[in-house]
Structure formats: C-alpha cells, structure tokens
C-alpha cells in the first residue's frame, strides 16, 4: 500500500475509530498562497467586552480590574453543581435513558489584554496561564461529584468564539464526556495487552519516523496524528508517562507553554492569518481511580483547509460514514515543520 498515492482508510489507535484518506486527490492546498498577514486590529482594551478588566458582564457583574489570569463561573453554564442524583430508564428497555449531570461551567481570560492570543503572548505570560490550569483542574478535580476535567479554547469565529478577548472554558463533569471514554478504553485495552502505555509507545515511533513531527521540546512533543482527521490537526504529547497536570515536574508547565506558543504561532503562519482552532486537554479522569493508562495530551482541531476563509467541513459521507481527508497528514506536517522553523515576521 502507497500511503502517498493510494485511498486508504487510517485507524486512530486513541478511539478505535477510522479515517479514510484520498491522497490522490490533493494537490498542496498552500500553493500560490500569497495573502498578507493580517495583523490583530483589536484594540489593547474594548469597552464593550465581557471579559475586559473593570467591564460588566452579563447580570451587571463587574469584573475586576484583574491585572494577570482571571477564573470566574460561566455567567451562561451549560451544568450546575447541585443536580440530584437521578436515572431514567423508560420500562427497563434501554431505549428511553437518561441520566442526571452535575458540573461546573468557569472561564479563564489569559490575559487583560483583549488583543493579545497564545501565539502574540509572552512565555512569561503563558506560564502564568499554565499554573493557572494546573491550579483550576487540581481544585476541580478534588470535589466529589466531579470525575472530569475538560479544559479547551475556542478561537476564532469560526470555531463559534464570538468573543477575541484569550480565555479558554472549563466544562467540569460528573462523568467523563465522549471524546475521552473512547480514548480511555483504547488506552485500558492496549495496557491489557502490551502491558505498556499506548502513547509513550505511539510517541516513540513517531519520533524514529521523524515524518509527522511538527516541533518539540524537552517536556512534550508536537505532531500531526497519523490519524488527523483536520487538515493541520496537531497531538501534543508529554514527552514522559504521566497523566494530567497534577503530575508536571517542576519545568513541564514553562515546556507546555513553550510549545502551546511555538504550535500557535506556526497555526498564525499557514494561511497569514489568526488561525482558528478548537484544542483541549485530555487528562486522566479525576474519578479517584488510579489511571496507569492515561497519557496527558492536547489536541488541537483547526478548520482551515484551503485559505484563510476556506474551511473543511464534515458533511455527506462524513457525517453519514466516515471522516476523509485528502492531503496527507505528513504532507500537513511538513508544511507545519518548515512554518515552525521560520519567523513570523
Ligand atoms: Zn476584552
Ligand atoms: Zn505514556
Ligand atoms: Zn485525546
């Protein structure tokens, strides 16, 4: 099989789930790319922000004049803490099943300022950003009718941020969501087998084959997933076994911070434009069961395919079948690399 010529269907190893690919029907969507980078025109402070210092939020909360990384209850939280415990199952049929959700909805600003974004900010300023997850999932994490932790950004418009001001949310669950039950079942299961870690071993291969790598660092390494479905979706991995931030060794929040820059702002190169982007922390959950098998990574899913306003979209066979994309993932990662490697500006 010619993975660069030939259609072939691609098994993510995290979720048991495949991806059909069609080489032979890319052609390098960046060719003849020639639009200017498009500088940030949002002003340092906008009045009319919620989630600018001193600004008032929805409800007439007042945010204060926070001057670093600033954590608040989602004024609009999709879960609430006190839900009763409670299941539904219509005559015992399976059919008709329900269960109750307690949870906690936070948002974090990174920043005061409404202009900046992880690829404009300073490494100084992103730690602080760092230390503020690790401080946010511990706290989290230790309240009993909490199980999961799920940290993720949504950037752009496009990704349905509306809002430019750098935060991310925290969506803090009774149960662990969809994205990572499948993956800790993958990750349980090759454990069963190997008796080794599913993504240290991963890891390992991708960094001899060297194809898919984008950048690394000391603490964690980036790559475009052999099973990326997204046309530039990165994987970033902890360089060592360990399973949420509550394990970092004492530098491995200054190296996520590092590369969390270095991904975002080679995202800001690929098109000559802020780059949108859903990413997230997959993290062991915080059910207080030991979890040997769990890997700590991020994901990053940017739409973009083609330009700056040219998008995938998961429709038709997608959405009724299959995901498919069409230029490789060591094509998408040898475009990252090269961007990753050069200056912005
Ligand atoms: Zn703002
Ligand atoms: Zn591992
Ligand atoms: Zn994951």
């Avoid at 994490?141 to 935060?167: C, K, W």
Wanted: charge should be negative.
């Amino acid at each position: 099989m010619k993975l660069t010529e030939d259609p072939h269907r691609r098994l993510n190893a995290l979720t048991n789930e495949w991806v059909l690919v069609s080489p032979h029907r890319a052609t390098r969507p960046w060719q003849g790319e020639v639009s200017q980078l498009q500088i940030s025109s949002e002003p340092a402070y906008d009045p009319n922000c919620y989630l600018c210092p001193g600004n008032a939020r929805a409800g007439g909360i007042r945010n204060p004049a926070y001057s670093t990384t600033f954590v608040f209850e989602n004024d609009f939280a999709a879960l609430k803490p006190q839900v009763p415990a409670a299941r539904l199952d219509v005559d015992g049929m399976g059919l008709l099943v329900a269960d109750s959700e307690p949870g906690i909805c936070r948002v974090i600003c990174f920043s005061p300022r409404h202009d900046l974004t992880l690829a404009t900010m300073g490494l100084e300023e992103i730690e602080l950003v760092t230390h503020t997850w690790v401080g946010q999932f511990r706290e989290l994490g230790d309240l009993t009718d909490i199980n999961y932790v799920q940290i993720f950004e949504n950037r752009g418009a496009m990704m349905g941020a509306s809002n430019p001001h750098p935060h991310c949310q925290i969506w803090a669950t009774a149960s662990t969501p969809e994205a990572p039950a499948k993956e800790l079942t993958a990750q349980r299961a090759y454990k069963q087998v190997h008796d080794r870690c599913l993504l240290c071993d991963y890891v390992a291969l991708e960094a001899r084959q060297k194809v898919r790598v984008v950048c690394e660092n000391d603490g964690f390494i980036a790559l475009v997933p052999f099973w990326a479905v997204w046309p530039f979706e990165i994987l970033v991995c902890g360089r060592r076994h360990f399973g949420s931030m509550n394990e970092f060794a004492a530098d491995e929040a200054h190296f996520l911070g590092q590369i969390l820059q270095r991904v975002t702002s080679t995202y800001d190169k690929v098109f000559r434009v802020p780059f949108p982007y859903s990413m997230g922390f997959h993290q062991s959950p915080t059910d207080g069961a030991d979890h040997p098998e769990w890997h700590f990574h991020a994901h990053f899913y940017p739409p973009l395919l083609r330009s700056a306003t040219i998008r995938k979209f998961m429709v038709g066979f997608e959405m009724l079948g299959t995901p498919q994309r069409d230029i490789t993932p060591e094509s998408a990662a040898e475009r990252l690399r090269e961007l990753a490697g050069a200056s912005l500006r």
